[in-house]
């Protein structure tokens, strides 16, 4: 590791040299099976012919402009996820953080034009994760991430996603401007909000003028079996939400989508991005886009969850000792450890399987939506082998 490289991570060991859908491969040429897959981002696998024509082409052509010029590619993809969504209009960024901020920033400004400027609490939740800019861990609220930064910023809220009481009696506050919340929670343990919560936090919005801002940064771009996660959810759609992560297969690309009324305040200079929707990025979230948004795409991607899933929940059933539950929506899945889950990750590379952490001792599987069925199984077959390790490992410690 080298000591010219900031120590905010914890790496593992292994260099990957190349990749191929849902496989990695190391200089030596062993073969990974990827159920990270850049944590949940890259959502058609590595190296997809469709996304590395599109980059190439591009790349012959223009990278970079300013955002004082037009980029049809944004007009373009623009279109695209308003014509599927509840949206009107876009705001291109490079990651899933600049989008939450955009988010937090357009909810604060639409009050202000609306001659309410007092109105900037945001409520958040315990478990979630939104991103690791300043706005954003103070919407998270999470103390681990918050440490050492000084103080935090006025006009965050933190409550709990099962006391309804206390979000209604949040939300009916004159200062409130906005909700935010993960459809399904990520990395705090793969927890998926039911239809009922997310149908009764939409209503009370309404009710209070309140806008209500969801994080599909991983939810979403197909991972759970729809385009949105919410979009299970008939009359359960947000003012705002931020998309990133498979949003450009794996390069970066985030978007902060908003009704027309709720977007009412980002006039001209309210906010901006020097590389935000940039030429290369474009053409590649237009081509990332139209191979998800495909029915073909998303039928696979659900026929592949429900392999892993109740694979994963005969696998619990033989060893009750390793795991607690599985848990989850579509390719968003989690489950929860009895042992450690940091060990379980390393046990399972151990197997040349890749998966993630979670909140509550969680490890995620996040493959890409196209993975092939038998890669699936692989991966089912790789993971129990590693519960059977762990319950070696156990067995001798005792």
């Known amino acids: 590791m080298s000591d010219r490289i900031m120590a905010v991570y914890n790496r593992a060991p292994m260099v990957f040299e190349r990749g191929v859908g849902p496989w990695l491969y190391t200089q030596d040429g062993e073969a990974w099976l990827d159920c990270v897959a850049g944590i949940a981002t890259n959502g058609l696998g590595h190296a997809n012919p469709k996304l590395v024509a599109a980059l190439t082409e591009q790349a012959g052509k223009i990278w970079h402009l300013s955002n004082i010029f037009r980029i049809p590619g944004q007009e373009e993809l623009a279109e695209r996820l308003t ?8 705001f291109f960024g490079n990651s899933g953080s600049e989008a939450i901020e955009c988010a937090l920033k357009t909810a604060r400004k639409y009050h202000a034009a609306n001659g309410q400027p007092e109105r900037i609490d945001i409520i958040g939740f315990g478990g979630s994760f939104h991103g690791r800019t300043y706005a954003a861990v103070n919407a998270s609220g999470n103390a681990t991430y918050l440490e050492g930064f000084g103080p935090r ?8 996603l099962d006391d309804m009481d206390a979000i209604a009696a949040a939300i009916a506050r004159p200062t409130t401007a906005a909700l935010i ?3 399904v929670q990520g990395e705090g343990g793969a927890r998926a909000l039911t239809g009922e919560w997310l149908l009764e936090v939409r209503r009370l919005c309404t009710e209070a003028g309140v806008l209500l801002i969801y994080d599909e940064v991983q939810s979403g771009m197909g991972r759970t079996g729809k385009l949105f996660a919410h979009q299970w959810f008939a009359g359960a759609e947000p003012d705002i939400m931020a998309v990133a992560k498979a949003l450009g297969g794996g390069f970066p690309v985030g978007a902060c989508l908003a009704t027309a009324e709720a977007a009412k305040g980002m006039t001209f200079g309210a906010h901006g991005s020097t590389f935000g929707g940039n030429p290369l990025a474009m053409a590649v979230g237009i081509a990332a886009f139209d191979e998800i948004a495909r029915p073909e795409t998303l039928d696979h991607a659900a026929k592949v969850a429900e392999t892993l899933s109740n694979g994963l929940s005969d696998i619990a059933a033989r060893y009750a000792d390793i795991i607690v539950d599985v848990r989850g929506k579509g390719l968003l899945i989690g489950v929860k ?7 379980f990750m390393a046990a399972a590379r151990d197997q ?6 979670g909140g509550e001792n969680c490890v995620r599987l996040l493959p890409p939506l196209n993975m092939p069925i038998e890669d ?9 082998a ?11 410690a005792a």
């Open 83 to 90: 014509a599927n969504s509840f949206a009107d209009t876009v």
């Open 153 to 160: 910023l006025p006009g965050f809220i933190q409550l709990s």
């Open 181 to 183: 919340v993960e459809p």
């Open 337 to 343: 450890m009895v042992t450690n889950n940091r060990e």
């Open 352 to 357: 040349r399987l890749l998966v993630a952490g």
């Open 376 to 384: 699936a199984k692989e991966a089912l077959v790789r993971f129990e």
């Open 386 to 396: 590693t519960c059977a390790a762990v319950r070696a490992t156990l067995a001798q």
